[in-house]
């Protein structure tokens, strides 16, 4: 790994040791970070349903069966792993690039009396401490937005998951140049965020294929994710602005506050499906 790999992967691994102590802390509520999930312009549910929702979405199209092991590459607070592992059955394996993380998602596992089945490590996505083919599905629900090479990524995904077996991501991706008056907002989101390269839609047909995965699906659905995200995320902090300064203080609470975005329609998300060919193809 390039040293500037190496400190992208340690800076993330701040930012969410940090924001893991915080939201243990704060809130008594179901720990997903990220975003939400609409399926159409009607639906009005809160933000924390959007959230479990696109955790329903992909595993709709993950498609696992009952006694798969899954890994979750970019685990978080673990919510979606205790999510796939109640809904699937099975093994889960979460990983992360923050110690705080790894502890409290193993405590919540316990808690849940999943130890058995759902465990949670420390492990950079870009070098998987995992046999290959050890993996009957993989799952990276907003990760690969902060890692600086998607390609390596995707390649270690395709050594440790089994033939056959299916990928469900979700990144996001410039869907038009950001012109530039937008520029400012969106490289402090990038920064604050310590978010990656853009890509755009066109990029992943090219990084699934040279990674040996064959793509199922790729679809823009920043129409059913984005605005209302931003707009439940900014009122999340309005409401609890004080207890966030407090604990983080005003400025990183104004560097974590994504309403600036509600504008950049040019910034997108995409879902992403694929699989490790079976017969080799
Ligand atoms: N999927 C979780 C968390 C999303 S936040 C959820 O939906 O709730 C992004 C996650 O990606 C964090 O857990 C962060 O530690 C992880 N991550 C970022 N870069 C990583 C890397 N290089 N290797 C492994 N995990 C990484």
Redesign the pocket.
Known sequence: MSQAEET??SR??QL?DQMAGFESDNFSGD????FGYWDTANDTWPLERA?ERL?ELMLEKLQARPNDRVL??????G??AIRIANSVGGEVVG????HE?VKRATARADAEGLSGRVSFRY????DLPFEPASFDAVW????I???PDRLQ?LREIARVIRPGGRVVLTDFFERAPIPEQKRAVVNKFRSNWVIGPMVTIDDYPRLVREAGLRLVELSDISGQVMRRTLEGIAQRIANDRKTIDASLGSDMADDLSLSDLIEVWELGYLLVVAELPADGT
């Open positions: 992208t992967t993330v691994g969410y720990h997903n970070m990220h959230e955790t979750d590459i970019g685990c978080g607070m919510t979606p990983i992360t690039v923050s993380q492990a950079d996505a870009a990276a629900l907003e990760s937005i902060h890692m990524v």
